[in-house]
């Protein structure tokens, strides 16, 4: 309770410091934008002691992130009394705030308490991000030291798990439990942000109860299941017990259809899933544009946020650039902000080039996943599939999103309607004659009726709206046309990171931009309309409730384990004397040691890696497979490990010992499983023991 109570003043401390910091880069969103104080916050403080310590000129540490904390603090002074009338101005401006502080608060707790009963860091992914946050917070500068494969640096987008480090750092809170206090504080962070956009949308194009609507956005992107969740409730006869949780993340074979709300009843603290408070505050400064016209003010503020998407996820960053260059594009277009064409451009430029340079030390170290290039899909669903995955992915959002696309039809004139249907016909059946080419004639449809609205509309929130719809369709329609080619191009799997990183997109713009448009439905439809659409509308809405009730329940094992934070109980319960292995190389190993430890395969149940994923300190070799991924050849390591612990040959393990620089030899009950134990009597004449301790002995070579 007091790790989460620290975390908890953290992230208020840092929120309410930034709320004069907010206006000055958001003032001009509905209320000042303060309903992104929390993310702005956050980032306000973490970049600058990234840069400087990215830059080598001052160490990471807990007195940087002290120091990023206290810049923070002093510059909202600074610009509370430069203004003399405070951020918080007007009612609606407190309405808008007190809505996402509650929204924040509620969304932390719930999270915290939710983590509790599934706190054990083990299976699935959660070692690797567990890896990246103890290597992040063992070193002193970046990119950190990559865990799993001793003397070479991370070449993975780490930004995500340093914005965790760096809180969990200043509320000082151990990583076992600071692994799941960072879920929910990312939890908490993306309601906010959801919140704080849909409220402002809502406000902007003059609908009612705009914290609402923000509540209900927040949910929608956040918290809401896909309709195969629900399919896959009744199915299974409406048991809790036996439910499937993980199967709604796996609707389209050989691929991963992730959504926020699996992603975090799973717990892995992913890439794609830090990035969604960012993603939504990108968005925010996309919105202001839109309303207001691009300011030159606002370039470096908002090139950051961007520039962060980079190196919080890569795959993020390309689709956020869509939407704010965009804006900017919308924004020339709208005779209200008198922009000329060469100042859009500039802008545009300007905010791409601001957004690389400000993360330009990460730009210059990182080889991203699409090196391989981009490769044609020659083989995708039929059209028949591919309605029924997106039905079940996105359904409950493409039927209220209906409502908008039935309305821009009817505002058409009837004469351009009457000249258009026969071609729109005529071009349907002819893509239909080429089936493996109609889903993609479909979406790009849909993709062009919502790009001509956002241009055509007059009002900046409804155009933002359509740029919202054409941009998640676009991630949709994306996957069926390229691919990246990665480590699985040639397999089935071809397609698995493109329909995974780029439907998340999706998920967040459709979901946004639908429960936006909810309020409107009324007005569009009229009373006939509304009488059919408003009833099946809230049955998907409630359908989308069920996972988080039934895929939670099920993914806490029915509440059983917990409350409690400790990620490492699994380990000390199992083998104690390697919790007190990791806890003595914490305490007394430096940061860049090497240690030597069992290699086992990647999601290895029984803890393979388990050493240097909680000490922070590198191992010769870890997950092999993610170390490929990651662009590395292990080379003959394994063997290499293998070797080392069963030779006798004291001479051959020294040559071994000294080709990887290791520092520390651990011998477990998992390294006495795998090796046998003829091998460790020479470690105690190539070294000294430094922990002796329930079957498991370090020593210092």
Not at 231 to 260: C, K, M, N
Not at 280 to 307: E, H, K, N, T, Y
Request: charge should be neutral; glycine fraction near 12%.
């Amino acid at each position: 309770m007091l790790d989460a109570l620290r975390l908890l003043l953290v992230a208020e401390v840092l929120g309410v410091a930034a709320l004069p910091l907010t206006r000055a880069v958001l003032g001009r969103l509905p209320g000042g934008g303060l309903a992104f104080a929390k993310p702005v916050g956050l980032l306000a403080a973490a970049y600058p002691v990234w840069l400087l310590a990215s830059l080598h000129v001052v160490p990471y540490g807990l007195g940087a992130a002290i120091g990023g904390a206290v810049l923070v603090i002093g510059s909202g002074a600074w610009l509370w009394r430069r203004d003399g009338r405070g951020p918080v101005r007007g009612a609606r401006g407190r309405r808008l705030l007190v809505g996402a502080e509650a929204t924040f608060a509620l969304s932390f707790g719930v999270a915290a308490l939710l983590a509790a009963f599934s706190p054990d860091i083990r299976g699935t992914e959660k070692p690797m991000d567990m890896a990246l946050l103890t290597s992040i917070q063992a070193g002193d500068h970046f990119p950190p030291h990559d865990p799993w494969l001793a003397g070479e640096q991370l070449d993975y987008y780490y930004f995500g798990q340093y914005l965790m480090a760096f809180a969990t750092r200043l509320a000082g809170v151990e990583p076992v439990a600071g692994y799941n206090l960072a879920l929910a504080l990312l939890f908490a962070l993306s309601m906010t942000a959801a919140y704080a956009l849909g409220a402002s949308l809502t406000v902007a194009a003059g609908g009612a109860r705009p914290v609402l609507v923000g509540i209900g956005a927040a949910l929608c992107v956040c918290v809401a299941g896909n309709l195969d969740a629900a399919q896959t409730f009744f199915s299974g006869g409406a048991s809790l017990a036996g439910y499937d949780w993980f199967g709604p993340s796996r609707v389209i074979p050989d691929a991963i259809t992730e959504f926020p709300a699996f992603a975090f009843v799973l717990g892995d603290l992913h890439a794609h899933l830090l990035a969604v408070p960012f993603t939504l505050l990108a968005f925010g400064f996309a919105l202001q544009v839109v309303l207001r016209g691009p300011a030159w003010s606002d370039l470096a503020p908002a090139g950051v946020a961007l520039g962060a998407l980079y190196a919080i996820n890569a795959w993020s960053y390309p689709v956020a650039a869509a939407v704010l260059v965009a804006a900017v594009l919308l924004s020339w277009r709208d005779p209200q902000h008198r922009i000329s064409g060469q100042d859009a451009a500039g802008w545009a430029i300007g905010l791409l080039w601001a957004s690389i340079l400000a993360f330009l030390p990460f730009w210059l170290t990182f080889h991203p996943p699409t090196a391989g290039g981009l490769g044609l899909v020659e083989q995708r669903r039929s059209l028949g599939e591919f309605l029924r995955d997106q039905a079940l992915i996105l359904g409950a959002f493409l039927w209220v999103l209906g409502a908008a696309f039935v309305q821009r039809i009817r505002t058409l004139p009837r004469a351009r309607v009457s000249r258009l249907a026969p071609v729109g016909v005529a071009l349907g059946l002819g893509l239909l004659g080429v089936v493996d080419l109609a889903q993609a004639g479909l979406v790009g449809a849909l993709i062009g009726l919502a790009a001509v609205a956002a241009v055509q509309r007059r009002q900046p929130a409804e155009r933002f709206g359509w740029l919202l719809i054409a941009t998640g369709l676009g991630c949709v329609l994306l996957p069926e046309l390229v691919y990246v080619r990665d480590e699985f191009d040639g397999s089935d799997l071809f397609r698995m990171n493109m329909i995974f990183k780029v439907g998340f997109q999706a998920w967040i713009l459709l979901a946004l931009a639908a429960a936006c448009l909810v309020p409107f439905g009324r007005r569009w439809l009229g009373a006939a309309g509304w009488r059919l659409w408003a009833p099946v509308a809230l049955v998907g809405f409630a359908l989308a409730a069920i996972y988080p009730v039934a895929g939670t329940y099920a993914r806490k094992a029915g509440f059983r384990d917990g409350p409690r934070l400790d990620g490492l109980r699994w380990l000390q319960r199992d083998a104690p004397g390697d919790v007190a292995a990791i806890a003595w190389l914490r305490a007394h190993a430096a940061p860049g040691a090497v240690v030597l430890e069992a290699v086992g395969p990647d999601y290895s149940e029984f803890g393979h890696a388990r050493i240097s994923t909680f000490s922070g300190r590198a191992a010769v070799l870890g997950w092999a497979g993610h170390e490929l991924q990651w662009g590395h050849d292990a080379g003959t390591r394994e063997a290499d490990v293998r070797r080392i612990y069963r030779t006798t040959d004291a001479a051959e393990a020294r040559r071994l010992l000294d080709r990887y620089k290791v520092d520390y030899v651990v011998a477990g009950p998992l390294e006495r499983a795998d090796y046998g134990e003829d091998g460790l009597a020479k470690l105690d004449r190539l070294g000294t023991r430094v922990v002796d301790e329930a079957e498991t002995i370090v020593w210092r070579v």
